[in-house]
């Protein structure tokens, strides 16, 4: 059964979160960052006007990682969820994840959403209207389901319209806060939707989670080469950042009928889409999820697609990616 859950209390967004050291200009290109060993001292640094302040700003690893470790101890799998391009259906893909994750009863599933500027799994999720309760145990994830919980900002907006216009340290603390303050507890799975591109949020929860593991990153990308122009980009920075792609998944691969079952390609893939790309960068290709009008109305109505018409082509499909994923990051199901 989900926890039991105490009376909201208001969480106060304009609160200052972990303070970084106050820079007086723009970071220049190839900065270090302020709170690197190398701040003020890297060949980026010289002529910079945040020289002497980045010089005499703490330093060292990040003193709440230890509490991040043990808060997400008893997740067992750790899975990240990045596209390049924004609109390839990320989130979407997220939520059918974790639905397809918690059909087994036996599965403990959580997700993360890290987009600050555009959390939109709550609604797909159906709890848009939920807010955060607070306990002395810490944040509790909103339950969808016994076995499927999710956290994200916008069950802490007082407006669900309200636009979050934060920088990069403001969405970084909060990002700290869900990893250190939400009581997950017993978790098969956590998937992290992520924004679009390489920015600060992905920096932050790499750093962030490094120590107590990460299996690995989903990659989600269209078939046209619009898409896949950044998802080279998304590869090339899990690369550098030590995180392993468990594979990519084309979405949108084709629009099916509902009525007749027929595939027309939409979105075509002229430069060998996803599946091309995977035997281009040597890695695995989870597989092609057909476009399906229905899944936006599921997403709509904060449905599960998966319950609604678990014989469809891109049910079918969705079904095929998990099992494949599964085989990447070595769960056992």
């Not at 059909?103 to 959403?113: A, K, R």
């Not at 950042?241 to 595939?263: K, Q, W």
């Not at 697609?305 to 056992?332: H, K, Q, T």
Request: overall charge negative.
């Amino acid at each position: 059964m989900a926890p039991s859950l105490e009376e909201p209390i208001q969480v106060d967004l304009a609160a200052p979160l972990k303070a970084g050291p106050k820079l007086i200009a723009p970071e220049p290109e190839h900065c270090p960052g302020p709170e690197s060993n190398l701040a003020g001292q890297s060949d980026a640094c010289a002529g910079c006007p945040n020289q002497s302040i980045c010089a005499s700003a703490p330093k060292g690893p990040d003193p709440d990682i230890p509490l991040i470790t043990a808060r997400l101890a008893d997740i067992r799998h750790k899975i990240l969820v990045l596209s390049g391009k924004g609109g390839v259906g990320k989130s979407t893909f997220t939520t059918m994840l974790a639905h397809a994750f918690g059909s087994n009863p036996e599965n403990m599933v959580g997700i993360m959403d890290i987009d600050i500027c555009g959390p939109s799994i709550p609604k797909m999720m159906g709890v848009e209207a939920e807010t955060i309760h607070v306990s002395n145990a810490g944040w509790s994830p909103v339950w969808v389901a016994d076995n499927l919980g999710v956290m994200s900002i916008q069950f802490m907006l007082p407006n669900r319209d309200d636009a979050v216009i934060w920088r990069g340290p403001k969405k970084n603390g909060l990002i700290k806060q869900f990893l250190k303050d939400v009581e997950w507890g017993e978790l098969d799975y956590l998937l992290v939707d992520t924004p679009p591109g390489t920015s600060d949020e992905h920096l932050s929860v790499n750093s962030y989670l490094k120590e107590s593991g990460v299996d690995g990153a989903v990659v989600v990308t269209t078939p046209q080469e619009v898409s896949l122009l950044d998802v080279r980009k998304e590869i090339d920075f899990c690369r550098k950042a030590g995180i392993r792609v468990l594979g990519v998944v084309e979405n949108m691969s084709g629009f099916v009928c509902p009525n007749c079952t027929h595939e027309t390609q939409i979105f075509k893939a002229t430069t060998g889409g996803a599946r091309r790309l995977a035997r281009e960068t040597g890695i695995p290709f989870l597989g092609a999820v057909p476009l399906d009008p229905r899944i936006g109305m599921a997403c709509d109505y904060g449905e599960s697609f998966l319950d609604s018409f678990p014989d469809s082509p891109a049910c079918v499909a969705l079904m095929a990616v998990v099992r494949r994923l599964n085989e990447e990051a070595g769960i056992e199901i």
